[in-house]
């Protein structure tokens, strides 16, 4: 982060002023678009999977296994989009997986069992998991030509897509079948797909001085490097786990057990995103003034706190509230650690932090499933705070990854 910043300061324009080429603004903003997109869909399939559960007639158990079929898409995709990027361009495949996820989100709510469900999802889970490291892996190209430290805000977007997403969710809720609100979102996606994506496809990533440089190294990064990567990997994995843990189960929680009114139990999720996006605007000045570890950890013992509000609380209120504060805490958790793996090994090191982060974030609601038949849905969630400790100890613990 200080290099970043004494970065900043030496560019054109002096600190705080638009030191971005027109094309890379353009790039920024398509980008932020394209995150924006990604958290509108997955959050507008989340709020309705009470109803897809219903239609289904599946069990807890039998659903987590189900929406294991997006873990599974995701993770295989996820290992493949790292070479695609580096044949055909992170922008190509960020603009294709976006098309193959605005098609696939209306696929759930055309099946009538557990394993069809599973099996549509397999694609959907392809599709976003493609899209995600496609999006990183270009946000990171951007990062470093701009030589700013704007990730979050590239989050921050995801966060206000989920937000937006799970609001009209929630409000379509209860006069428009799950069918036709799915279908509503396959057009919304391919449009804003049409309208951001010609963007991507005319502009390359831009080529930072860092990535020329290290154009003429060994590929690869050093045994202590790869090792610190994993670290990160795994801490946005903890807290990767907690988002998708409430993107899933956030909504049944507080229709099932806390009794709350089904458009209630959908803006459940809206304010989580909404904690996270305001997380996530203030990211930068956030780590400018505490510096990533302090950060991290901070980050990790405010969202245990926050998730142990809202699983235990016995009203719906109170769960609510602990929504937000695990938002607030999770926020800029996995934006720094995948961050961070960049700063350590370049591209790299992104794919495997953000394969291992988002990895968390579609097995963790299988996980709470099986929990949730074998105890409680509310005794599952808790797991949320026992990784979001687990990250803050794991970030301190990398405060001196600097020096791998």
């Known amino acids: 982060m ?62 987590g296994l189900a929406l294991l079929g997006v873990s599974a898409g995701a993770v295989v995709t996820m290992m493949f989009t790292g070479r695609l990027c580096r044949r055909f361009g992170s922008h190509p495949v960020t603009v294709v997986c976006a098309v193959l996820l605005s098609l696939s989100i209306a696929l ?42 704007v990730m979050p805000g590239f989050h921050a977007a995801f966060s206000l897509g989920g937000m937006v997403g799970a609001g009209l969710g929630g409000l379509v809720a209860g006069g428009l079948s799950p069918a036709t609100h799915l279908f509503v979102l396959t057009g919304a996606g391919l449009l804003v797909t049409a309208a951001a994506g010609p963007v991507l496809l005319r502009h390359p990533a831009p080529r930072s001085a860092s990535t020329a440089d290290d154009a003429g190294r060994p590929q690869g990064p050093g045994g202590r490097a790869r090792r610190m990567v994993l670290l990160f990997g795994v801490i946005a994995l903890c807290t990767a786990y907690g988002e998708g843990a409430l993107a899933d189960w956030g909504a049944l929680h507080l229709e099932q057990d806390l009794h709350a009114h089904p458009g209630v139990a959908a803006a459940g999720y809206s304010l989580f995103a909404l904690a996270m996006t305001a997380g996530r605007l203030s990211g930068t000045a956030l780590l400018e003034r505490l510096g990533q570890t302090r950060t991290l950890v901070a980050g990790g013992v405010t969202a245990a706190a926050g998730m142990l509000l809202g699983s235990l609380a016995p009203t719906t209120w109170s769960a609510l509230l602990g929504f937000a504060v695990t938002g607030l805490g999770l926020a800029n958790i996995f934006p720094v650690a995948v961050g961070r793996a960049g700063e350590l090994a370049g591209p790299g090191g992104v794919a495997a932090a953000s394969t291992l982060g988002y990895g968390g974030m579609l097995l963790g609601p299988p996980a709470i499933g099986f929990l949730a038949d074998w105890f409680s849905l509310p005794v599952a969630l808790t797991t949320v705070a026992l990784l979001a400790i687990a990250a803050a100890a794991l970030g301190y613990g990398a405060r001196n990854a600097a020096h791998a």
Do not use: C, E
């Open 2 to 63: 200080p290099q970043l910043n004494k970065l900043r300061t030496a560019l054109p324009g002096g600190p705080g002023g638009n030191t971005a080429p027109p094309s890379s603004a353009r790039l920024r903003t398509a980008l932020t678009v394209f995150f924006a997109l990604d958290g509108f869909l997955f959050a507008g399939w989340v709020v309705r999977i009470p109803a897809i559960k219903h239609q289904t007639g599946a069990s807890a158990s039998t659903l």
């Open 108 to 149: 759930p709510a055309q099946t009538h069992s557990a394993l069809a469900l599973g099996l549509v999802l397999l694609v959907f889970g392809a599709a976003y998991g493609g899209a995600n490291v496609a999006m990183n892996s270009a946000a990171v190209d951007l990062v470093a030509a701009l030589r700013r430290p």
